[in-house]
């Protein structure tokens, strides 16, 4: 885990955007319809930015992929704080 934490921040952010777009591609891929998602890199991960950017960088990779067979997108958030602050992100 001290590894992924040490990674510089383009490496870092290319790699979740990457996560975003590999499981939208394959869901699509098998014909999914729908997909859901925890807020990937939002905890410990997230280093020193706070949530906003991260949340701010899943949005908008996700509005960028091409969806394909996908109907329907879910963004999991588990607190209060997190659903407010992804609502300003989408």
Do not use: N, W
Request: glycine share 6%; charged share 25%.
């Amino acid at each position: 885990m001290r590894e992924a934490l040490d990674k510089p921040r383009e490496v870092a952010d290319e790699e979740l955007r990457g996560a975003y777009r590999s499981a939208i591609s394959l869901a699509s891929t098998l014909g999914c319809e729908s997909i859901a998602f925890s807020l990937i890199s939002s905890g410990v991960f997230s280093g020193d930015r706070g949530l906003s950017p991260i949340l701010q960088m899943a949005a908008d990779t996700i509005k960028a992929c091409d969806l394909g067979s996908l109907k329907e997108i879910f963004l999991v958030a588990f607190t209060d704080h997190e659903a407010e602050l992804l609502e300003e992100a989408i």
